[in-house]
């Protein structure tokens, strides 16, 4: 009997680390499902599906194995003038995996948990950030944006 409990107790269980990671998973996966931003060209896209809150997608830049880029709604905060919420997302083509690096204007992790956290925290404040962005992916993909509601925005050289 003991014997037993021994076996089922070296059953691997998942970590935080691990879970971030495996959360990360999920986000490339409803992104990649909503968006395809793997097959967009830097620039900047909105979604609008009729509610008054369009959604703007940037793409700010694309390299072999990854995809910078920015969610928010075209709110802007009171206090900065600039769109929130937002989410500025790397997205690891070869990994399978999206990451937010950060969910605020001027609030990257070094303005709030500090130049030299311990890496508890650093783990706490990513996944806490990368939560967010599932959520919020889940919920749009339940409005209804999606790729067939997305839209490149011309510039204004462009429309002249």
């Known amino acids: 009997m003991s014997q037993a409990l021994a076996r089922t107790a070296r059953i691997p269980r998942l970590g935080r680390f691990g879970w971030l990671m495996a959360l ?10 909503l968006f395809a931003p793997e097959h967009l060209q830097v620039g900047t896209y909105v979604s609008s599906i ?29 206090l900065t003038g600039e769109p929130d919420p937002s989410a500025f997302v790397r997205l690891y083509r070869d990994a399978r995996q999206a990451e937010a690096t950060h969910c605020y204007v001027g609030k990257r992790w070094q303005d709030v948990i500090g130049l030299y956290p311990p890496p508890a925290e650093v783990i706490s404040h990513r996944m806490r950030m990368n939560t967010f962005l599932g959520k919020w992916l889940e919920y ?18 462009d429309v002249a």
């Open 140 to 157: 749009l993909g339940e409005q209804g944006h999606g790729v067939a509601t997305l839209h490149p925005v011309r510039a204004a050289r």
């Open 50 to 78: 009729g509610d008054g809150l369009d959604l703007r997608l940037e793409v700010i830049e694309t390299h072999r194995y990854t995809v910078e880029l920015r969610l928010t709604y075209d709110i802007c905060d009171p």
């Open 24 to 33: 990360y998973a999920e986000n490339h996966a409803r992104l990649t499902r």
